[in-house]
């Protein structure tokens, strides 16, 4: 359009246009090389490539022997609406600032950082990471936390989807989905969220047609916010993490724009932190062997693999998720 006004100063007829289009659809279909498209995280062979999401169209490779940001991807990615940019990454740093950000009681630090390494494997299963608090404990904050530490959107936190087509739809646009302040989870919404944990599609009829369907599949990692215990059925409290957050004490209490003022100062130091910890993850996986895994095996074998580039020992991080995994249990025959 643009260059056709430049040329000729009018707009170009529109069946013109559509046959351009046609062509080049066809051409891209059938002359060009079939690939994969991915959504901020992808991998090939054994390597990860995690989208910057930045105007120079950056990337971070992660291997065993570490990570580097690349200016040309080996794998394509696209943008969806909403997608924000990642800092670049700033080697030699240490996890524990992002405590600074965070009210997560101490015992279950670890499990906090197995979720967000989970969240940067592009393979999945994944667990859901449930933050259950009274008022005035910053659910939502640290909620928008971990989401902009993974995967910012201009949207970081959304309300409860309407059906498994509106989750599925989310999960095809973003990477790590999260859904704020919940009152509950019925039964639908909760076989839906297990699906997109450990895998699942929905197909549904293409709209104006009769006969053809469109097939949404995605697997992601989640955040769900709520006061009450919103994973109350086993096999959504089998794929959840549940942190208790504490109520925060007045003499703490800062401002949020103050804090995420000095979040985005820390961003580039606590993500290099968790890519040192993927890259150990690399590293260790193919060495890593669990007695008598849980339920979420895949995840807990790589968070214990991910562990010494985190600073902690991989059978802390076991015992702290089995103990939050009895205490589910415990939790479901409660209810």
């Known amino acids: 359009y643009r260059l056709y006004y430049e040329r000729y100063r009018k707009p170009p007829g529109s069946q013109a246009v559509q046959d351009a289009l046609?062509?080049?659809?066809?051409?891209?279909?059938?002359?060009?090389?079939?690939?994969?498209?991915?959504?901020?995280?992808?991998?090939?062979?054994?390597?990860?490539?995690?989208?910057?999401?930045?105007?120079?169209?950056?990337?971070?490779?992660?291997?065993t022997a570490g990570w580097r940001i690349l200016?040309?991807?080996?794998?394509?990615?696209?943008?969806?609406?909403?997608?924000?940019?990642?800092?670049?990454?700033?080697?030699?740093?240490?996890?524990?600032?992002?405590?600074?950000?965070?009210?997560?009681?101490e015992a279950e630090r670890s499990l906090l950082l197995?979720?967000?390494?989970?969240?940067?494997?592009?393979?999945?299963?994944?667990?859901?990471?449930?933050?259950?608090?009274?008022?005035?404990?910053?659910?939502?904050?640290?909620?928008?936390?971990?989401?902009?530490?993974?995967?910012?959107?201009?949207?970081?936190?959304?309300?409860?989807?309407?059906?498994?087509?509106?989750?599925?739809?989310?999960?095809?646009?973003s990477w790590l989905l999260a859904f704020d302040n919940l009152s509950g989870i019925n039964q639908a919404l909760s076989d839906a969220l297990c699906r997109l944990s450990t895998g699942g599609g929905h197909a549904t009829r293409e709209l104006f047609s009769d006969a053809e369907e469109t097939i949404f599949d995605a697997m992601r990692p989640a955040i769900l916010t709520g006061i009450d215990d919103l994973a109350t059925r086993a096999d959504l409290l089998d794929r959840s993490i549940i942190l208790n957050l504490p109520r925060i004490r007045p003499e703490s209490r800062r401002t949020e724009r103050e804090l995420m003022t000095a979040y985005q100062q820390a961003r580039p130091k606590i993500l290099g932190a968790l890519l040192d910890g993927v890259a150990a993850g690399l590293r260790n996986l193919p060495s890593t062997r669990l007695e008598e895994p849980p339920r979420m095996a895949d995840f807990a074998t790589w968070a214990v693999a991910c562990a010494p580039g985190l600073g902690l020992q991989g059978e802390e991080v076991l015992s702290a998720y089995r103990q939050n995994r009895a205490n589910a249990n415990t939790l479901a025959l409660d209810v």
Not at 72 to 80: E, G, K, L, N, T
Not at 114 to 129: K, S
Not at 149 to 171: E, G, K
Request: with cysteine; net charge negative; aromatic share 6%.
């Open 71 to 105: 200016s040309q991807s080996p794998v394509m990615f696209r943008r969806p609406k909403g997608l924000s940019p990642l800092p670049a990454p700033e080697a030699g740093s240490n996890i524990s600032e992002l405590w600074t950000f965070l009210n997560i009681d």
């Open 22 to 63: 046609a062509v080049l659809e066809a051409k891209a279909r059938f002359d060009g090389e079939e690939r994969e498209v991915h959504v901020r995280l992808a991998r090939r062979d054994d390597a990860f490539y995690l989208d910057l999401g930045d105007d120079a169209w950056r990337v971070v490779e992660i291997t």
């Open 114 to 173: 197995a979720f967000l390494v989970m969240c940067l494997n592009p393979d999945g299963p994944y667990p859901l990471l449930v933050l259950v608090a009274e008022q005035g404990s910053g659910k939502s904050t640290q909620a928008r936390v971990i989401k902009l530490t993974v995967d910012p959107n201009l949207a970081p936190l959304r309300t409860s989807p309407r059906d498994d087509r509106d989750l599925l739809i989310a999960a095809t646009n």
